[in-house]
């Protein structure tokens, strides 16, 4: 699926649309955001939280790599977990912060920036989202159903 969104409302839009179609597993759910720096990456994990019922605000963990989020009871899933991996010099900083009991767990919808510093351990069922920058207020998201 290809879409333009031409706002962060948009972006939020498309984000409640592709969790709709999220069915967990037996294991955590894991969605891979690809894109250059502003290309919509956090806008969409933002729609992504919000969707879920998260209250507080959601951005980019770029500096602590890392944030959890508890769901509501009701949610599809338990947690949502948003690494940013920019910071990562490897796949192993990635497991040390328990990335594998994280995986292990499937109440956990995990959302990851920068996947390519770490597509070495990701799973094979990750779902890789691509976001590309069009102008100032519009991006191109890019999704299989």
Request: aromatic share 8%; proline share 5%; net charge negative.
């Amino acid at each position: 699926m290809k879409i333009l969104a031409q706002s962060r409302e948009e972006t939020a839009s498309v984000a409640e649309t592709f969790l709709a179609g999220l069915i967990p597993s037996k294991k955590a759910t894991v969605v891979a955001l690809q894109g250059d720096l502003g290309a919509g990456k956090t806008a969409f994990t933002q729609g992504l939280a919000w969707a879920l019922g998260v209250e507080e605000t959601v951005t980019s963990p770029t500096f602590v790599i890392e944030k959890i989020y508890k769901l509501p009871l009701g949610a599809k899933f338990n947690h949502l977990i948003h690494f940013d991996c920019y910071r990562l010099e490897s796949p192993q900083e990635l497991m040390t912060l328990g990335f594998k009991e994280i995986l292990a767990d499937p109440g956990n919808l995990i959302v990851l920036e920068w996947p390519e510093r770490v597509a070495a351990i990701l799973p094979t069922e990750t779902k890789t989202i691509i976001f590309h920058f069009i102008d100032e207020t519009t991006r191109e998201i890019i999704y299989a159903d």
